[in-house]
């Protein structure tokens, strides 16, 4: 894993390595322990988390190694550079016309797509349902047992890669046409009302206690 970072880290500062065979190959392995869920872009480190900044460095620059390429399936037509994850019966995974995920995304055992959309980076823990047009954006890091109702927007970031993505931590329930963007994390059990919208400047106030407190791009769990 120190060799691969180490390789993605020299192609970010010099872009003329992407041409070469070894770090082409790297980034082709990062992206499949991506996909395989073997690696996140951010992952839970004691009571924080820790944004993984040199894989998404690596996620950025599959783009500019990989080529267009023209899918049809029926009288559908698609041209894009990142393929669609593929044989969800032996992930245990759920996924209802017309839901689509990138390569790159992880969805775990148990996961239910509703036609919705999760983008490359993305992470979906065990048994979450994904609703009908709901939206996971890219590098986005969804918990278990989470509910993401109807229409809900889950913003995606690859740039600037210091920024946090969005997070929703374990058993969240995110309500209908809820927007949570710009990195916003949203601790465990947290419930979302209906048409909430959430942003790094939303102030957030906690009356739970006996002192109200206010945050700021944290939402506290339950």
């Given amino acids: 894993m120190n060799d691969i970072r180490k390789i993605v880290e ?3 500062e ?3 390595r992407l041409k070469q065979q070894e770090t082409v190959d790297a980034i082709y392995e990062l992206m499949e322990m991506l996909d395989k869920g073997k690696l996140r872009v951010a992952e839970p480190k004691g009571s924080g988390w820790q944004v993984n900044e040199w894989v998404k460095k690596a996620v950025i620059m599959f783009f500019p190694i990989r080529k267009m390429e023209t899918t049809e399936v029926g009288i559908f037509e698609f041209h894009d550079k990142i393929p669609l994850k593929k044989d969800f019966a032996s992930q245990e995974v759920r996924v209802v ?3 689509i995920a990138r390569y790159g995304s992880f969805l775990d055992k148990g996961v239910v797509m509703m036609p919705s959309y999760v983008n490359i980076g993305a ?3 065990s048994s979450t349902m994904v609703d009908t047009w709901v939206t996971v954006g890219s590098c986005a890091q969804i918990g278990r047992e989470v509910h993401l109702s109807g229409g809900v927007g889950i913003g995606g970031v690859l740039e600037p890669v210091q920024a946090a993505p969005v997070i929703i931590e374990d058993n969240c329930f995110i309500g ?4 949570v963007v710009e990195g916003v994390r949203v601790g465990k059990a947290a419930v979302l009302g209906a048409n909430v919208v959430i942003t790094q400047s939303t102030r957030i106030i906690d009356v ?3 002192v109200p407190r206010e945050y700021k791009g944290y939402v506290p769990p339950a």
Avoid: T
Avoid at 176 to 179: M, V
């Fill in 208 to 210: 739970s206690g006996s």
């Fill in 10 to 12: 020299g192609a970010w």
């Fill in 14 to 16: 010099d872009r003329a």
């Fill in 123 to 125: 992470f979906v823990g």
């Fill in 176 to 179: 209908s046409r809820c927007i």
């Fill in 97 to 99: 016309p017309h839901a």
